[in-house]
């Protein structure tokens, strides 16, 4: 190939289009930086796709395409115990599309997942420095990359309408604050990246841009503040749609031994939050126990026990996995109750399998705030 000109990083998936109608369906590649190295390449813009793909005929399918456009793969993982992801789109009579999930495959988990990229927004607070410990452990365990963010806010802090070097003094602030968590850590190769506007915000594009698909927060505020201003953290989970952990004190990592507490409260818990669950169960090593908290659950104790069952076949009998559902009342709240478990089980963190309409607003926010171990909300 000559001189490379542009480089596409991310998923390569396939997108499997359902008509509503009369359920046929049809198969097609697709993901977008997939899609535009491949149209680059038919404009004859010399380009290149780092991704990973499953060990599969899909896997094997992009290979052959990547080839015929001459595409430069150098850099493409083959994933021997995964599976190329499959995106269910069901389109409706008028052909207007709306995403169902994945697909469930044999495999224990999707190519793709193993890219996975952490975020931590960094400030002089010393109330986040239990989640830059955290994060810092959760890229040394899942070996993955991590980076870590400054945003400097100049309406927040005043400097909007205040002079060039005032504003820049801002700058300099985040770049040193960076720098200096940068060369403390020695064991983590630490990407810094220095951004000015709100803070969701910016947390937000970081995420479209594909640059981490996990943020690790802490409290930004003091809880006296959060009565007044609100919970920052509560506002960056709600501008985006990211994987998180929300890490208030010291704890340790999930692992053997502990089980993590996945907690919901909704009808039911679709097959894509199973697989989320099973696929955290593997990366930790750790124990699963579901809590369901009321009544309202389609099939009962049954269906919860047919979803426990399903779990510990697919992880297989390293893994134990248990279940409970608990009646909410007007003495004991999703959040007094989730705490009490906590205590007796002896888990580290609470999964919030935060899709479709398993885990309530009121759930969501009690536990985000309140709970006595670090949260995992995974979408």
């Given at each position: 190939m000559s001189k490379l000109q542009v480089i596409c990083?991310?998923?390569?998936?396939?997108?499997?289009?359902?008509?509503?109608?009369?359920?046929?369906?049809?198969?097609?590649?697709?993901?977008?930086?997939?899609?535009?190295?491949?149209?680059?390449?038919?404009?004859?813009?010399?380009?290149?796709?780092?991704?990973?793909?499953?060990?599969?005929?899909?896997?094997?399918?992009?290979?052959?395409?990547?080839?015929?456009?001459?595409?430069?793969?150098?850099?493409?993982?083959?994933?021997?115990?995964?599976?190329?992801?499959?995106?269910?789109?069901?389109?409706?009579?008028?052909?207007?599309?709306?995403?169902?999930?994945?697909?469930?495959?044999?495999?224990?988990?999707?190519?793709?997942?193993?890219?996975?990229?952490?975020?931590?927004?960094?400030?002089?607070?010393?109330?986040?420095?239990?989640a830059r410990d955290y994060a810092i452990a959760l890229a040394k365990r899942l070996d993955v990359p991590l980076s870590a963010i400054f945003v400097s806010n100049p309406s927040k802090t005043g400097t909007m309408t205040a002079s060039a070097e005032t504003s820049k003094g801002f700058a300099t602030l985040g770049k040193r604050q960076l720098d200096r968590f940068v060369e403390d850590i020695t064991d983590v190769k630490i990407t810094p990246i220095l951004k000015t506007g709100k803070r969701r915000k910016v947390l937000a594009q970081m995420v479209r841009e594909d640059v981490a698909d996990t943020l690790i927060l802490g409290p930004f505020r003091s809880m006296i503040t959060r009565i007044f201003t609100g919970s920052e953290v509560e506002r960056i989970l709600d501008s985006e749609s990211s994987h998180a952990f929300v890490i208030r004190e010291d704890h340790p990592l999930p692992g053997p031994g502990s089980p993590a507490l996945?907690?919901?409260?909704?009808?039911?818990?679709?097959?894509?939050?199973?697989?989320?669950?099973?696929?955290?169960?593997?990366?930790?090593?750790?124990?699963?126990?579901?809590?369901?908290?009321?009544?309202?659950?389609?099939?009962?104790?049954?269906?919860?026990?047919?979803?426990?069952?399903?779990?510990?076949?697919?992880?297989?009998?390293?893994?134990?996995?248990?279940?409970?559902?608990?009646?909410?009342?007007?003495?004991?709240?999703?959040?007094?109750?989730?705490?009490?478990?906590?205590?007796?089980?002896?888990?580290?963190?609470?999964?919030?399998?935060?899709?479709?309409d398993a885990v309530s607003d009121i759930l969501f926010h009690q536990l985000v705030l309140s709970a006595s171990v670090p949260v995992c909300v995974l979408r």
């Open positions: 990083i991310g998923e390569a998936l396939i997108d499997k289009i359902i008509n509503k109608s009369d359920s046929n369906f049809r198969n097609y590649l697709g993901g977008a930086p997939a899609n535009v190295v491949c149209a680059l390449r038919k404009l004859e813009v010399p380009a290149a796709f780092i991704g990973c793909l499953g060990d599969d005929e899909y896997g094997r399918e992009f290979i052959r395409l990547f080839q015929q456009l001459n595409i430069n793969i150098d850099f493409l993982q083959i994933a021997k115990q995964a599976s190329t992801r499959i995106v269910k789109v069901m389109r409706d009579e008028s052909g207007d599309r709306s995403f169902s999930g994945f697909e469930v495959t044999k495999s224990s988990s999707f190519a793709d997942e193993m890219l996975d990229k952490l975020l931590l927004p960094i400030d002089p607070s010393k109330r986040l420095r239990p996945v907690v919901f409260d909704g009808p039911e818990l679709p097959k894509h939050g199973l697989k989320m669950v099973e696929d955290f169960a593997r990366k930790f090593g750790c124990d699963i126990e579901f809590l369901h908290l009321g009544t309202e659950i389609f099939g009962g104790a049954e269906a919860i026990d047919t979803a426990v069952s399903e779990l510990r076949t697919h992880l297989g009998g390293d893994f134990h996995v248990t279940s409970t559902i608990i009646p909410l009342s007007l003495f004991r709240t999703r959040r007094t109750i989730t705490n009490s478990v906590l205590r007796q089980e002896g888990a580290r963190i609470v999964i919030l399998p935060d899709v479709e």
